[in-house]
């Protein structure tokens, strides 16, 4: 069992970055994969990148490769995603994601998740 909370979200201009975080607690943060998803109004949630448990191998969808870096701290529990180059079709609810055997991730455990707000 883990908890995940999101933090970052907020409202950016586009061209401009942001950074998300997720704190994970209550079991070894080591022993998930970690993903991080986003669901736009009307869309159905869709994953954004993922990384394996030790962070050596990452995943990106094609819609973000080359914007977003997803990075893991197993000692601090905590994942990232670092956003550039926002869009406003970036423009969603992020959620922070944990897998015990699946990589890219599907999701055991998800956060509440942060909204993200792209303007132009």
């Known amino acids: 069992q883990v908890q995940l909370v999101e933090s970052g979200g907020g409202l950016v201009q586009a061209g401009d970055s942001l950074r998300l975080s997720c704190a994970a607690s209550g079991s070894s943060f080591s022993r998930y994969a970690m993903g991080w998803f986003r669901q736009a109004p009307g869309k159905e949630r869709e994953i954004v990148a993922g990384i394996s448990w030790a962070g050596g191998s990452t995943w990106y969808a094609d819609s973000v490769e080359g914007r977003f870096t997803i990075s893991r701290d197993n000692t601090k529990n905590t994942v990232s995603l670092q956003m550039l180059s926002l869009r406003p079709e970036d423009t969603a609810v992020y959620y922070c994601?944990?897998?015990?055997?699946?990589?890219?991730?599907?999701?055991?455990?998800w956060g509440k998740g942060t909204l993200v707000t792209v303007y132009s």
């Open positions: 994601a944990a897998d015990r055997g699946n990589y890219p991730p599907i999701g055991d455990y």
